[in-house]
């Protein structure tokens, strides 16, 4: 069966400090895969979505950058954090095609 | 650019009613996806239905597509504790689901 981890749980890092969460899905090949970040009380906003390895595609200009080293990781870095990169970051993947998406359990990131 | 909205934002009934909440978005779909995330946690695919259904059920959910309104709506019925979480919609846009800000389901006991 497909599962999905997504590590760590939670992080608190200072302002100016690098970043780097991991992302792997298990029992599945050539997956969809996602990062998005749900602010306080809010929705869901993409960071970025990968259909292979090395394609990766950047929704929003910020601070943050993804990465596709193997075909079922993916790794979310920045190299110098900001206060407003605090959220809850959410990993998930889907078969390719119309399909659910699958997430993972998220990590909650306070920059300090 | 694409994205579901949930309608209302927040809903609180007692335990063992019904919960209806309503999705709208923008532009013509094949599928519609609903989830559920309970606090602090991830997302929960809940069902998907596609734009040739009007009507799709799964246990205690019934969900229905009206692609001519661009809505949709989840029932939740003979709710349980457990059922309170938050409740997206999600709308595809190519290749990315685009989610709102839910609505967040409270069952009192």
């Known amino acids: 069966s497909q599962t999905i981890h997504q590590w760590p749980a939670t992080l608190v890092q200072p302002v100016g400090s690098p970043l780097s969460l991991e992302c792997t899905v298990e029992?599945?090949?050539?997956?969809?895969l996602y990062w998005y970040r749900q602010a306080a009380g809010r929705g869901l906003q993409l960071l970025f979505y990968?259909?292979?390895?090395?394609?990766i595609s950047s929704e929003v200009p910020q601070n943050l950058s993804a990465s596709r080293p193997q075909d079922r990781q993916f790794i979310l870095s920045s190299k110098k954090l900001l206060l407003s990169d605090s959220g809850f970051y959410l990993c998930a993947w889907s078969a390719y095609g119309d399909g659910g998406y699958t997430f993972g359990s998220g990590t909650r990131l306070t920059v300090v | 650019s694409q994205q579901g909205e949930e309608d209302p934002q927040a809903l609180s009934i007692q335990e063992g009613e019904n919960a209806t909440m309503n999705c709208s978005y923008k532009t013509s779909i094949n599928n519609l996806q609903w989830y559920r995330q309970n606090s602090g946690r991830g997302l929960v695919h809940l069902i998907l239905?596609?734009?040739?259904?009007r009507e799709k059920h799964s246990g205690r959910l019934r969900v229905t597509l009206d692609t001519s309104k661009k809505s949709s709506s989840l029932l939740i019925t003979a709710s349980r504790a457990a059922d309170t979480a938050s409740y997206f919609c999600?709308?595809?846009?190519?290749?990315?689901?685009?989610f709102g800000t839910g609505t967040r389901l409270t069952i009192i006991p």
């Open positions: 999600a709308p595809p846009a190519g290749e990315k689901l685009t």
């Open positions: 239905i596609r734009s040739n259904e």
């Open positions: 990968s259909v292979g390895i090395g394609q």
């Open positions: 029992g599945t090949s050539n997956p969809n």
